[in-house]
């Protein structure tokens, strides 16, 4: 299997305080990994840098062999196929949704993409279907519950139909209905080849749905990765870095 993602001693400082210390991964083609670790520990910073949201102060960032910096990703060509082929779910759905309707907001990443609408149309109506929220197609996103907010994000992201799929926190809020939906969606979208980044602490609802795990300590660097049910099954070590 190739790498499609490899980040190399990565660090970053937010606000002069270590956010990410000397981070070496590398993510292959389809992986489905949770990333875990204890509150501020730098699973959402992580995700994204990954994301070119944010760029490393030393260290580098590779995905499909191109490195992704403010350089790259200045080239509006480069920047647009590269947001296409990553996307991301971010733990605050009100952060990230911002038209008029649920129908606008998942058209939007497509038509940036300059698609055709009848494509656009194609596209909206497919990711509707897929998250069971065709009822919401005109609804203003600020009247949405939190669970309904969230499935609207995630099908606004999915609508680029994107290789790697990150999310922050995706089950946190959620009744228990719900959690189990995402979780079985993501699951047939992790069959269909995409690569799932997730940071999560809900140990629950990710046994089944993800094969890695990525563990970052409270020093914010990466102190373990592996199987996702042996290391969730090592009670001391959990307890030990304050992950239970």
């Known amino acids: 299997m190739t790498h499609l993602i490899e980040l190399q001693k990565v660090f970053f400082q937010y606000k002069g305080n270590h956010a990410l210390q000397n981070i070496n991964l590398k993510i292959q083609e389809g992986d489905s990994i949770a990333l875990i670790g204890p509150n501020g520990s730098g699973k959402s910073t992580l995700l994204k840098i990954i994301n070119g949201i944010v760029f490393p102060d030393k260290g580098q960032v590779v995905f499909d062999g191109q490195e992704i910096n403010a350089k790259t990703l200045s ?96 089950m946190d809020g959620l009744d228990p209905r719900t959690k189990r939906f995402l979780k079985e969606l993501l699951t047939q979208i992790n069959k269909a ?28 660097t990466v102190i373990r990765e592996g199987n996702l049910e042996e290391i969730i099954s090592d009670e001391p070590f959990l307890l030990k870095h304050n992950l239970k």
């Open 75 to 170: 080239n509006t060509n480069f920047s647009k196929q590269f947001h296409k082929r990553v996307g991301f779910v971010f733990q605050n759905s009100d952060a990230q949704l911002f038209c008029p309707n649920v129908y606008e907001e998942i058209a939007f990443g497509p038509r940036q993409m300059q698609m055709e609408e009848n494509e656009v149309n194609n596209r909206v109506s497919d990711c509707l279907k897929m998250l069971l929220i065709e009822h919401l197609k005109h609804r203003e996103p600020y009247h949405l519950s939190e669970g309904e907010k969230r499935k609207v994000a995630l099908a606004a992201v999915l609508s680029l139909n994107p290789e790697v799929l990150t999310l922050d926190e995706p």
């Open 193 to 220: 080849g995409k690569t799932i980044i997730c940071a999560t602490h809900d140990f629950e609802y990710i046994q089944g749905l993800f094969k890695k795990v990525i563990v970052i300590s409270e020093d914010h």
